[in-house]
């Protein structure tokens, strides 16, 4: 084998190996039945839900959340102790590899505070994740009353 | 030896049967005399307690004292209006009991406590309530009054401020420090609690399932039971 043909050969090995890399790092994560509840009027906050579906070999850490409807996007777990409801805040979002997890109603939740107007029913937010790679994505959320 | 050993095994036989014999009859017994109440979800009290003077007012601005929780049945829940999930959950599914009692004539009342006078003011108490059923009625009262309505059915609550870096804790019926603003967190209970048409509290739910889907029905079918 030729000199020319075996560095040939690395590039193109390390061209698909790259390219591999790079469809991991890209990996988007799958969203669904992603919704914002309708808060009741006067609310400071409105919460989101969503499933997000990890196909990829490697955990997606979110770290943080950005939406132009408001000034700040947070994390949080309703958490039952001793028959008390207590909100708890997440620092980050793990999606584990080859997996899921559920935001719902009474567990975990995206937080929205101060919008800069009232969401209504029908709207869509769209709403930002940051992950922990650099990456993000964008997420499209309808404003519900109820998840149906 | 011989002997022994059969008159053990006789002996061990004659216990096993009355053993057999007393648990098949107190089964027997239990189900004809107490015909046992199966509830899914609703506990009972051992014994209903008389419902305490109550100094709370509805949001607007009327005293709702012991009496108004005559003649009907009353389920009675304690949270607040900044609330994002689980208030908001919960009250959508105590509208919709509601809706069902309605509908099917039975007398029911929901009330909703709030435990957080200082942001919950009477205005927005009303507007809250009224998001999830226009008859929900929405009670406030002074952080003591508050604290020993709770008290009675054993319903805890809290409420912790981030003050300079530290977290400031606030026990139930004390008042919320000016300097604490005005985003802080309320723990509280997520039992809903039941009350009879003598006014006496006889039982309650715990409302902290993740599993959420059916706890209406499940709660629905349990009242029509003691109902
Ligand atoms: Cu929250």
Not at chain 1, 18 to 32: D, M
Not at chain 2, 65 to 78: C, G, H, P, T, Y
Not at chain 2, 207 to 227: C, H, P, R, Y
Request: overall charge neutral; hydrophobic content about 45%.
């Amino acid at each position: 084998m030729s000199t020319g043909t075996f560095k040939c050969w690395c590039a193109s090995i390390f061209g698909i190996f790259a390219l591999l890399y790079c469809a991991s790092v890209f990996a988007e994560l799958r969203i669904e039945n992603a919704w914002v509840k309708l808060a009741p009027p006067g609310a400071r906050a409105n919460a989101a839900y969503v499933q997000l579906y990890n196909s990829s070999d490697a955990p997606v850490v979110i770290q943080s959340l950005s939406a132009t409807c408001c000034a700040e996007l947070m994390l949080h777990r309703t958490r039952y102790v001793n028959d008390k409801a207590i909100m708890e805040h997440l620092d980050q979002l793990i999606v584990p590899a080859n997996g899921k997890i559920t935001l719902a109603p009474g567990g975990m939740h995206i937080m929205l505070l101060g919008a800069r107007k009232p969401l209504q029913q029908g709207e869509q937010i769209e709403l930002e994740l940051h992950f922990a790679s650099g990456q993000q994505q964008t997420i499209h959320l309808p404003v519900k009353a109820d998840d149906d | 030896m011989t002997i022994n050993a059969a008159r053990t095994g006789w002996v061990f036989f004659a216990l096993l049967c009355l053993l057999l014999g007393a648990l098949s009859a107190k089964q027997l017994f239990a189900a004809l005399v107490n015909k046992p109440l199966v509830l899914e979800r609703l506990q009972l009290l051992p014994e209903p307690k008389p419902l305490p003077s109550v100094l709370l007012r509805t949001a607007t601005g009327d005293a709702f004292a012991r009496e108004k929780f005559q003649q009907k049945w009353s389920l009675v829940f304690f949270g607040f209006t900044s609330c994002p999930d689980f208030c908001p959950m919960e009250l959508q599914k105590l509208g919709k009991i509601l809706k069902l009692a309605r509908q099917e004539g039975k007398p029911l009342q929901v009330v909703f406590v709030s435990v957080d006078p200082e942001r919950d003011s009477a205005a927005r108490l009303a507007e809250y309530v009224a998001f999830f059923h226009p008859q929900i009625i929405g009670l406030r009262g002074d952080n003591p009054a508050i604290a020993n309505f709770a008290r009675f059915f054993g319903a805890a609550y809290d409420r912790s401020a981030l003050v300079n870096n530290k977290v400031l804790s606030i026990p139930a019926g004390a008042a919320m420090p000016a300097l604490a603003g005005d985003h802080y967190q309320v723990n509280h209970s997520t039992r809903v609690f039941v009350i009879d048409p003598q006014g006496q509290y006889v039982g309650s739910v715990s409302m902290a399932s993740e599993a959420i889907g059916d706890s209406t029905e499940s709660l629905w079918s349990d009242l029509n039971k003691v109902f």
